[in-house]
Each structure stands twice: as structure tokens, then as C-alpha cells.
């Protein structure tokens, strides 16, 4: 069982950053593929990042890649989200997700944090 808690959102003007971060318990943490999906207001909740076990692999989106990076603390039991040059259509609800192996599908995530809202204002 792993429960996850997100913190870090906000209000950022675009062009600026904003850093995530997840709050995991639970001792099999390290045993877990983790990372974060969005959900903007009408749509479908979204894969957009993720990183393995060790830290050794990660994955973004398409929309993501250059300017998301993403890094786990096993001893801390803590993954990060570090967003830079955020544009407005990066507002959503960002979720902190585990999964038991890299998936960008919704129905794949084995647990979800609460969201943590994030707004970029043009």
C-alpha cells in the first residue's frame, strides 16, 4: 500500500517555475515506477512524466520534454517535479501516481495523490 501526498502548486506567471513534490509512505515505495499525470478543466487526465525504480530511466511527454525534469529520493521516499518556461496550457491538477512498472496509462496507475493545482498565468 503506498499513499501519496503532492505539494508545490501554485500561481506562476508563464515563463517561470514551479517544483512538485510527492510525499510517499510505505516501505515497498522503492518498489514502485513513479509519476505524474494532469488533468486540465474538460479533459482527460494526461501522462507526463515518470521515473523507474532506481531513478536510472525517466519519461515525458511530448509537451513535457526539454523543459520537465523529475527525480525520486528513495531514502526520502520522495519524487520531484521540477517545471520550468511553464506556459498557460500547463494549468491542470497534477497528480503524483505509482505504478508497478513505466506506464502512460491512466488505468495502469495503481495509486494516486489528492492533485495539487497548478496555474500559469499569460
Known amino acids: 500500500q503506498v499513499q501519496l501526498v503532492e505539494s508545490g502548486g501554485g500561481l506562476v506567471q508563464a515563463g517561470g517555475s514551479l517544483r512538485l513534490s510527492c510525499a510517499a509512505s510505505?516501505?515497498?515505495?522503492?518498489?514502485?515506477?513513479m509519476g505524474w499525470f494532469r488533468q486540465a478543466p474538460g479533459k482527460e487526465r494526461e501522462f507526463v512524466a515518470a521515473i523507474s525504480w532506481r531513478g536510472r530511466n525517466a519519461y515525458f511527454a511530448d509537451n513535457a520534454k526539454g523543459r520537465f525534469t523529475i527525480s525520486r529520493d528513495n531514502a526520502k521516499i520522495t519524487v520531484a517535479l521540477q517545471m520550468n518556461s511553464l506556459k498557460p496550457e500547463d494549468t491542470a491538477v497534477y497528480y503524483c501516481a505509482a505504478s508497478e512498472r513505466p506506464t502512460t496509462q491512466v488505468q495502469e496507475v495503481g495509486y494516486w495523490g489528492q492533485g495539487t493545482q497548478v496555474t500559469v498565468s499569460s
Open positions: 510505505g516501505r515497498t515505495f522503492s518498489s514502485y515506477v
